[in-house]
């Protein structure tokens, strides 16, 4: 006798993990970083970015690329890998201002130096916020969804993409693991969150080509932010708030993120990302 087709739960129906859900919706939906930075600034970011010399943009770029891949390695293997322990959000905000306020006071050389450290104290607090919501740390798949915070942001109501931001963001990141992944063993990740047929030995190697195109996207942010704050002591100031608001915002992200991803392990993606887009068309 064949075994009845059991229909998937509708999360509706679960009112904590509908709950949740709603909170990803209202975290992963907010205004953009560049968009909280101009507030911040009181300026346009645009004008500011403008006036960096193109030798500066590759070398940020750059920069960006290898203090990602460092901080995901780093980052993760360097912490207490206990899914479900508590995050400590109110740490790394401090940590990070600290840092921001070093690298804005000497200007853009500083700047350079001070990258990699706030970029690794935001992979700590993305990695502290997976680990909150039972994620493995030792995980392949775990280190590629920290990195794909990056790559993700909130979405301004002016963005036409506005009602699925967040999944057309997840499609890039996806896309970059299948290719990736077929590239190094001839084998096709499936899905957005599996990485599939990947050895040990080749799970470094995909982590650092998924931090260059990740790179690519977050570097744009970067290079805003370095803009803003480049001013000797007047970025001293700058530097701490902004890298205040980085670990905020990205925490939130991340938060949202790994939401999702929690309630993907138990309805399934299509049905999570059905009523994702539920709530955030109202």
Sequence with gaps: MN??????????????????????????????????????????LEFAVSRLPNAVSSRIHGAVQA?????????????????????????????????GAVGGAFGFTALLIELPLSTTIMMRAVADVARSEGFDLADLSTRQACLEVFALGGNAKSDDASET???????????VVRH???????RVATGRNLTLG????????????????VAA??????????????????????????????????????????????????YGEDVVQACYQRIANG
């Design 3 to 44: 075994e009845p087709i059991l229909l998937p739960r509708d999360i509706a129906q679960q009112p904590d993990d509908w709950a949740a859900l709603q909170r990803a919706v209202s975290l992963l939906e907010a205004p953009t970083i560049t968009a909280r930075m101009a507030n911040l600034v009181g300026t346009p």
């Design 67 to 99: 203090a990602l891949y460092k901080a995901v390695q780093g980052a993760l293997m360097s912490m207490d890998n206990t899914p479900g322990k508590a995050a400590s959000t109110r740490w790394h905000k401090f940590a990070a201002a600290t840092s």
């Design 165 to 175: 931001g967040y999944y057309l963001a997840r499609g890039f990141t996806a896309d």
């Design 180 to 186: 990736l992944s077929a590239e190094l063993v001839g």
């Design 198 to 213: 990947v050895a040990p030995k080749d799970a470094g190697k995909l982590l650092a080509k998924l931090a260059e195109k």
């Design 217 to 266: 996207r977050f570097g744009v942010v970067i290079t805003e932010k370095f803009a803003a704050q480049a001013v000797p002591i007047v970025g001293a100031a700058t530097g701490a708030a902004l890298n205040t608001m980085f670990t905020d915002y990205y925490q939130d992200v991340a938060r949202g993120h790994f939401i999702v991803r929690r309630l993907e392990r138990k």
